[in-house]
Nanobody, 124 residues
Framework: QSQLVESGGGLVHPGGSLRLSCAAS????????IGWFRQAPGKEREGVSC????????NYADSVKGRFTISRDNAKNTVYLQMNSLKFEDTAFYFC?????????????????WGQGTQVTVSS
């Protein structure tokens, strides 16, 4: 059974950093792109970033470019999202999901095997 489990969320001050992890099991992790998404209360889900199966292709939402970095370790079946210079507007529930490819659309409808999510709160 394909499973993705997010971790690493928490409470951080504006300007701070967090690193989220997305651990995979039950499928051939190195054959899939992984995407990160987020949803804030009262807002639609937003694509944040994705990384291709081999890690050579990455895409980012304009709102996080230059602040967030996605990476993966296929030996550990894990994708990371390093989030720096966090802003109040980054507060959301963060999810990871898989897809065959990573493209700039960051369209969550094309992803499956969603994790349970992890909460990120940026507050002073």
């Amino acid at each position: 059974q394909s499973q993705l489990v997010e971790s690493g969320g928490g409470l951080v001050h504006p300007g701070g950093s967090l690193r989220l992890s997305c651990a995979a099991s039950g499928f051939s992790f190195s054959n899939y792109a992984i995407g990160w998404f987020r949803q804030a209360p009262g807002k639609e889900r937003e694509g944040v970033s994705c990384i291709s199966a081999g890690g050579r292709t990455t895409n980012y939402a304009d709102s996080v470019k230059g602040r967030f970095t996605i990476s993966r370790d296929n030996a550990k079946n894990t994708v990371y999202l390093q989030m720096n210079s966090l802003k109040f507007e980054d507060t959301a529930f963060y999810f990871c999901a898989r897809r065959a490819i990573c493209d700039s659309s960051l369209d969550g409808r094309r992803y499956d095997s969603w994790g349970q999510g992890t909460q990120v709160t940026v507050s002073s």
